[in-house]
């Protein structure tokens, strides 16, 4: 139907503002619940399973369709997925140390003189943030795959974490 609407168009201009018309009338359907979580991290290398509660928030949500968003607030945390399971909450760190070593110079610790330049390094490498499609209210992850929330800093943290679920 919209690739008819859009072959109407007389030149790129005049589709251009169509394809425009056209998601302005798809977003009009969608629906933004923004929710947040606290959570209190113990210290570096500390991964927090928070699926629960992100599947918790988009069932409450009762949007049926569409995707949640996971953001952590802060430069020295990371969001991502991960079989939680011991294994692999000792295996993520070791991977991290032999990508981001903390034994040698950052130059954000020359500056701040807080040691944790390699928290942030790490932190930008996994990212803040994520974007989990579900469906008729489930989030579609795999059997084994769990939202984490992973921290880098090296001490206690109370993080913010923003979720916005987005649908209809």
Known sequence: MFRQILSCAI??????LLFIKIIQMLI??????????????????DIIDITHQVSKIVKESKIENGAVIVFVVGSTA???????????????PDMLSRLVPK???????????DGNGHSHVRASLIGPSLAIPFIEGHLTLGTW?????????????ERKIILQVIGE
């Open 103 to 113: 034994d040698i110079e950052y130059a954000h610790d020359n500056t701040w003189h």
């Open 78 to 92: 990371a969001i991502t997925t991960i079989e939680y399971e011991p294994g692999l909450q000792n295996d993520f």
């Open 28 to 45: 009009q359907n969608m629906t933004v619940i923004t929710k947040n979580i606290q959570i209190k991290s113990k210290s570096e290398n």
């Open 11 to 16: 030149d790129d201009n005049e589709k251009f």
């Open 145 to 157: 795959q769990q939202i984490v929330l992973v921290e880098m800093d090296t001490r206690p943290r």
